[in-house]
């Protein structure tokens, strides 16, 4: 099992910055893939950003240039937002993925204004 805890949400401007963290506990030595999810009111949950356990990275196309997803040895990921926009408003879910299953956080609100 896989427990994940995210925090770092909250509400800011246009144009603003947030960060996001994610810690891992249990049986972490597993994690292959860690990772965010969002998904916004009336929309299916979609990909934001995944990092492999080799340091590869991948993006929606909707983020590229303005979040980055980092993870350290500690199995914490990290997504650093900038240039944040109202349609980035969501809950944000971290993901990990282990050969024996996949795991959830309970999401954390990012919030947007114009």
């Known amino acids: 099992q896989v427990q994940l805890v995210e925090s770092g949400g909250g509400t800011v401007q246009s144009g603003g910055s947030l960060t996001l963290s994610c810690l891992a506990s249990?049986?972490?030595?597993?994690?292959?893939?860690m990772g965010w999810y969002r998904q916004a009111p009336g929309k299916q949950r979609e990909l934001v950003a995944t990092?492999?356990?080799?340091?590869?990275t991948n993006y929606v196309d909707s983020v590229k240039g303005r979040f980055t997803i980092s993870r350290n040895i500690s199995n914490v990921v990290y997504l650093q937002m900038n240039s944040l926009e109202p349609e980035d408003t969501a809950v944000y879910y971290c993901?990990?993925?282990?050969?024996?299953?996949?795991?959830w956080g309970q999401g954390t609100q990012v919030t947007v204004s114009s």
């Open positions: 990092v492999v356990d080799g340091g590869k």
């Open positions: 249990g049986n972490i030595f597993g994690i292959e893939t």
């Open positions: 993901y990990a993925n282990t050969p024996h299953g996949s795991y």
